[in-house]
Structures are given as structure tokens and as C-alpha cells.
């Protein structure tokens, strides 16, 4: 394909060009990195990863688990926090046995990052992706009828069987073996030589007492299961819900995502009681603009906000598309230094709105944060709860773009 003239003076641009243009030596260029990292100068979006929230979560979880090993979910990009940062953290705790992901390729970064502990891949196997999977030793998750069929050729391939985990639906509806055709499926899968069995899973729909129906279902084909002999692994159920709520179901090993990275499943006052957790993020941006509204004056697309009598409203550098909910204005509010700003106006693809009031208290090149652990107000669950959304969007959304920091 040919480059058209424009795309060659990008290209240009980026590849030679551009540091003649900017009048930067490489001495200068490499100096510009150092302060970047030491000191943040961009005004973007960025997201704050907390070390000590991570570790002080894990504890929890563990405790609530009675030491039973953390596989932790680290889908989503480790639920908005960066995969590879809060991976590598969680890593070294010892209270994590392993990780669990949706994509193969997250399950593959995790081993690109030199992460050596068990890796279990909770969707279907892609068949391009099937050889290296097995080879980094990726737990595999059998659900198909086919199951056989799709992982012996690539155990073969790859030169080692496959380790896979049953994935049981007992009554989800969305991924696993359907519990009633369960039995001698399974005994098929195990007597394949081609496949190792490390584990048994199961998914709640953390409806109250429904769970409790799918646990029997699960505990029944468990027990059938066994006086078959037919090799069932580790067993594991819970989630954060089921790991505040359901106690009967730690089986083997707790999988949680939401808890390790701070916010509550389900019920937060009651859940706080039981093992309090930190938010082990933030999402902070910088003060842009700082304006003087008279009467009357408005703000934002759709004239959502019209002031009613003078006032000060502050431009913050983010957006619904940094991942910052567009229902922030249904009565969200911001921290900036020790004071919190009502979001007004609409959030729009890169700013946000916060009226500051009669005195002009902010100012440009000032830190907001949006979510964090910085006050009871803009707590995830809190902003959650506030706004309408769920808790499970506040952290996802979070645009992977946005550079992470850890401190
Ligand atoms: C997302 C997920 C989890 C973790 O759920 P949390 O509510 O975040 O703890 C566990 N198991 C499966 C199958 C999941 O998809």
C-alpha cells in the first residue's frame, strides 16, 4: 500500500522530525522522562495504584477465607487498576495462590511479566492461542461438550497435556457445563491422558436464595463426582459476595476480584463490619480552567447548569471517556485540597464540571480526585451508590490508557 502524502509527514513527524521541532537534544529528552516519573507535570487523567491498600485487602480476604488460598481475579485489566501493576504487587504476597483472567491474553501477559504462579483461564480457549497457553502452563477451563476434541490436538501440539479446570453452571446461565448433563461429561474429560484435571468451578448469581439452590446443585454432582472417582482438582465458588456471604461455599480456594482492589460486593455497611477495605486506587486529574459565572451565565453542553446568583466553576481535564461515569452530575462531588465541589453541568468526553461558589478556593494545575480512598464521599461505593451506577463500572471503566502510577 502506498503512504499518501499526509500519512508520510506523520510518519515523519513521529519518527525524525519531531525532536528537531521541539528543540530537544536526546540529554534533554532523556532528563524531560526523569522529571515526568519523579514528579508528575502532564495535567491528564491519571490513576494512583496503592501498595499498602492491595496488601491490607489480600489480609482481609484471607482472613474472611480462613487462610484458604486467593485466586485472584484480575480480569478487565485487573478491574481498571492496570494489569500488569496490580498483578506484579499481588504476586508477591503469599496469600495469593494464583490468578484468574477471561482472555488469553491476559492470561499470557501475566507469564510476560514473569508471574510464575498458577494462571487459570476462566473463558474458552482460543484454538490460536491453545499451544502457548498449555506450554506456559495456563489452566485451562473445560466447559464445551467438545472438550476433548478442542484440547487433545492442542496438548498434543504443545507436547504436554493440558491442566484444566471444570467449569460447572449451576443455574448462571452464562458460561460452564449445564450441571444436569455435568456427570459423564466429566468423566470423559478426566479419563483423557491428554488432560490433567486441577480444579472444579462454579459461578453464583449472588441472588440470596438462589445461591443456596446452586450450592446444593454444585455440592450434589461434587459428591457423585467423587464416589465415581472422577478426579475433581481444587474446588472453589466464591467471589467477593460469596466469600463476605457464604461462607459454606470457600470450598477449596476463594476467587474475589472487586475485594482486593477495595470496594464492597454487595452490601458495603454490612460487608465494612465484617473485613473493612481500602480502595487501592485513585482517579485524580488536574484543575484546567477556573471561571467567574454571573447570574444567569450557564455551563456545558444542553445549558444543564444555569447559575442563580455569581459564582466560581473549575474545568476539570476528564471525562466520560477516561472512564469518569457521564451520571457523575446526578449528585457526585470532587475533593481539591480538603475541600469536596459538586459535579455540575454534563461530563463530557475529557471534562468535568465543579462549582467551587463564592470564593475563588481553586485554582489552575490543581489536583482533583475523583475516586479514592481520600474521603468517605468519593469512596467507589459511595460514588456508586450516589450516582446510580454500579460499583463493578466505577473501577472497569477506567481507561486503560491512563497512566498508572504505583506508590
Ligand atoms: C468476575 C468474576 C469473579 C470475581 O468477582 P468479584 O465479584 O469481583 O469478586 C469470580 N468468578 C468469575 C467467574 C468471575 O467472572
Redesign the pocket.
Known amino acids: 500500500m502506498n503512504l499518501s502524502r499526509r500519512s508520510f509527514f506523520q510518519l515523519a513527524l513521529l519518527s525524525g522530525l519531531a525532536p528537531r521541532l521541539w528543540g530537544s537534544s536526546p540529554a534533554v529528552a532523556k532528563r524531560r522522562v526523569r522529571v515526568l516519573s519523579r514528579k508528575r507535570r502532564t495535567v491528564d487523567p491519571w490513576i494512583e495504584i496503592s501498595k499498602d491498600a492491595l496488601r491490607h485487602n489480600t489480609q482481609q480476604v484471607s482472613r474472611l477465607a480462613g487462610g484458604r488460598p486467593i485466586l485472584a ?1 484480575v ?1 478487565n485489566n485487573a ?1 481498571g487498576l492496570g494489569l500488569e501493576n496490580a498483578s506484579s504487587i499481588l504476586a508477591k504476597f503469599p496469600e495469593i495462590g494464583g490468578f ?1 483472567a ?1 482472555k488469553a491474553s491476559s492470561c499470557l501477559k501475566l507469564r510476560e511479566k514473569g508471574i510464575s504462579k498458577p494462571v487459570l483461564l ?1 473463558g474458552l480457549t482460543p484454538n490460536e492461542h491453545g499451544i502457548e497457553l498449555i506450554r506456559h502452563d495456563i489452566q485451562l477451563s473445560a466447559y464445551t461438550p467438545d472438550a476433548v476434541e478442542r484440547l487433545t490436538p492442542l496438548a498434543r501440539k504443545a507436547g504436554k497435556p493440558a491442566s484444566v479446570h471444570f467449569y460447572l453452571d449451576t443455574g448462571m446461565g452464562r ?1 460452564g457445563m449445564p450441571y444436569r448433563k455435568a456427570l459423564p461429561w466429566m468423566k470423559t474429560v478426566a479419563s483423557s491422558p491428554l488432560i490433567s484435571v486441577e480444579g472444579t468451578f462454579m ?1 453464583f448469581t449472588e441472588d440470596q436464595e438462589f445461591d443456596l439452590e446452586q450450592l446444593e446443585r454444585f455440592k450434589d454432582l461434587l459428591g457423585k463426582a467423587q464416589s465415581d472417582r472422577v478426579p475433581t482438582g481444587r474446588i472453589h465458588a466464591a ?3 460469596g466469600l463476605y456471604h457464604l461462607p459454606e461455599a470457600h470450598f477449596d480456594m476463594v ?5 482486593l482492589f477495595g470496594a464492597y ?1 454487595s452490601r458495603p455497611d454490612e460487608e465494612r463490619g465484617k473485613a473493612a477495605l481500602i480502595p487501592a486506587f485513585s482517579l485524580k486529574t488536574s484543575v484546567v480552567r477556573v471561571a467567574r459565572l454571573e447570574k444567569g451565565d450557564s455551563v456545558s453542553y444542553g445549558r444543564n447548569y444555569i447559575a442563580e446568583k455569581p459564582t466560581w466553576v473549575a474545568t476539570l481535564s476528564i471525562g466520560h471517556g477516561d472512564g469518569y461515569a457521564r451520571k457523575a452530575v446526578d449528585g457526585a462531588e470532587v475533593l481539591i485540597g480538603d475541600k469536596l465541589y459538586p459535579v455540575i453541568g454534563a461530563v463530557s468526553a475529557s471534562h468535568t464540571l465543579v462549582e467551587v461558589g463564592d470564593d475563588k478556593t481553586v485554582d489552575v494545575g490543581d489536583t482533583a480526585t475523583l475516586i479514592g480512598p481520600e474521603h468517605p464521599a468519593i469512596h467507589p461505593n459511595n460514588f456508586a451508590d450516589t450516582v446510580g451506577v454500579s460499583v ?1 463500572d466505577v473501577l472497569m471503566h477506567m481507561n486503560p490508557d491512563l497512566d498508572r502510577v504505583v506508590i
Open positions: 481475579v480480569k478491574y484468574a477471561v476462566m458460561m459461578a467471589s467477593s459476595n476467587r474475589p476480584g472487586i475485594a460486593p463493578y
